[in-house]
């Protein structure tokens, strides 16, 4: 045992780092003379040599500088080719967070339209994700989320204007999360392609909405603004009858 012991230290080694590793000053040549004209000039150095760099303004936010094609900024929940959501609801990414930024409840996707009290399809598969948020207060970017996600529903863009003068708007929601609508897409929920399963979504075969599903969501649509149309007229009825 006694001889994996290390040997004696030097005088001086169990001094703290610091002091171990500062050299000693450099001495200006021309003596005290030399010494009294030396030290203020060089510390002008970094003043001097700034001095003569050109300059570079950036009128932002006139004009955004492009940021690097890898950039780690806002996320992005992306959509299959026919509008449906790719995200299923499984809660991999908030797990992976290691700020504990992500909110995810997912849900079971209903293929009952709502206009007959169902909830409707929002993803090809069994579940989607109802609640989305992502706290940008406490995102640090680090990008673990889009690893652990297992449909790239979750992706990040180049955007990087996050900041606000309040709290609840860096929290984002799945409406300002959700990819816009690309062409041929019809935004969900509306039912998945005709005699396509949830995987044929993933092995590349749907690659737009198909007449079917834009009859469905024209109806859908309708009858919402019908089922609108009728409470409105209900409540000014009952305004109308109210004594003034
Ligand atoms: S980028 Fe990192 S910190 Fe931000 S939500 Fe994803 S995992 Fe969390
Ligand atoms: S974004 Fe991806 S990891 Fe997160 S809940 Fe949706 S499918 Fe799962």
């Not at 001495?27 to 300059?55: D, Q, S, W």
């Not at 996320?75 to 080719?81: D, F, V």
């Amino acid at each position: 045992m006694a001889d994996n012991l290390p040997a004696e230290r030097p005088e001086g080694a169990n001094l703290p780092s610091t002091e171990r590793r500062s050299a000693p000053e450099p001495t200006p040549k021309g003596g005290p003379l030399g010494e009294a004209t030396y030290k203020p000039v060089a510390g002008f150095a970094v003043t001097f040599e700034t001095m003569f760099r050109k300059v570079y303004t950036e009128e932002y936010p006139e004009v955004k500088r492009p940021t690097a094609e890898r950039y780690h900024g806002r996320h992005q929940l992306n959509r299959h080719p026919d509008g449906l959501e790719k995200c299923v609801g499984c809660e991999l990414c908030a797990w992976a967070c290691p700020a504990d930024a992500i909110l995810v409840e997912g849900a079971s996707n209903d293929d009952t339209p709502i206009s007959e009290g169902g909830t409707g399809r929002f993803s090809p598969g069994e579940r989607y994700g109802r609640v989305y948020q992502i706290n940008y207060l406490r995102c640090i970017f680090c990008g673990l989320c889009i690893e652990a996600c297992p449909t790239r529903a979750l992706t990040m863009t180049n955007f990087y204007e996050l900041a606000d003068n309040n709290r609840a708007d860096l929290i984002f929601t799945k409406d300002q999360l959700l990819a816009p609508l690309s062409e041929g897409m019809v935004a969900a929920p509306h039912p998945m392609v005709e005699g396509m399963e949830e995987r044929d979504y993933y092995l590349g075969k749907v690659d737009k909405a198909t007449d079917a599903q834009r009859e469905y969501v024209a109806a859908e649509a309708a009858a919402q603004e019908a089922a609108d149309g009728g409470s409105q007229a209900a409540e000014m009825e009952a305004e109308g009858g109210m004594p003034r």
